[in-house]
């Protein structure tokens, strides 16, 4: 999860544009399109696809896994109607123990929504198939900036984010080249503590590969 500079991200936001060439990759997708075309969702420019400057922040996504055999397309849809579930009573945060047998039922609208095109060879592990570690990645990298959004349109200032724990189950291969959609919710949140949820989903709705984070904000400096 991106670590500091909350503060910034609105800014960011209105102050650079999305890819016209991403925008019309997605749309051209008729799938894709679904999700882009969709009254509840904006499109929005993705603060980890820009490197800052004279800093290594972001350099992974914005710079690394930002070329045509990586990932050469990632447009994030934030909900218009982006609100947080009611906070959960103290103490009744908890995490799933157990492995499940089935998928995470998503809300009707995630809170997120991000269309990534996956390129050739660049991120394989096996030939033809996403590296699990990449798909651990690009959850935490969302997850992370979902909740970053929420985040920063608390009241406070100054605050950061971070992952405390991620907890990935991999349900089917992620084959490249390819088009797939992330999407990532906030399950519950107590306090400090916010418990998301995300899925890598084909074109076919199935859930390729799921997490569980458990994400804590508060001031710059945060002990785990």
Not at 114 to 125: I, K, N, P, Q, R
Request: proline residues 7%; neutral net charge.
């Amino acid at each position: 999860m991106p670590k500091g500079r909350l503060d910034k991200i609105l800014p960011f936001i209105e102050a650079h544009s999305i890819s016209a060439e991403t925008l019309d990759h997605f749309a051209g997708i008729p799938w894709t399109n679904q999700y882009l075309s969709n009254p509840a969702y904006r499109a929005i420019p993705t603060y980890g696809r820009v490197q800052k400057p004279d800093s290594s922040e972001d350099y992974l996504f914005a710079q690394t896994m930002n070329t045509p055999t990586t990932i050469p397309h990632f447009l994030t849809l934030q909900r218009t109607n982006f609100i947080l579930p009611p906070e959960s009573p103290k103490g009744s945060i908890t995490l799933g123990t157990e492995r499940r047998t089935t998928p995470y039922r998503a809300p009707e609208y995630p809170d997120c929504i991000v269309l990534v095109e996956l390129g050739a060879s660049g991120l394989d592990g096996h030939s033809g198939l996403l590296h699990g570690g990449i798909a651990g990645a690009i959850l935490d990298e969302t997850l992370g900036l979902m909740a970053s959004l929420h985040l920063a349109t608390l009241s406070r200032t100054g605050l950061s984010g971070f992952t405390a724990s991620l907890n990935i189950t991999y349900r089917a291969p992620v084959s490249t080249p390819g088009t797939v959609i992330v999407r990532n919710w906030v399950e519950a949140y107590e306090g400090r503590k916010w418990v998301c949820r995300g899925q890598i989903v084909d074109g076919s709705d199935v859930v390729l590969t799921e997490a569980e984070a458990l994400l804590v904000s508060g001031a710059r400096k945060v002990s785990l």
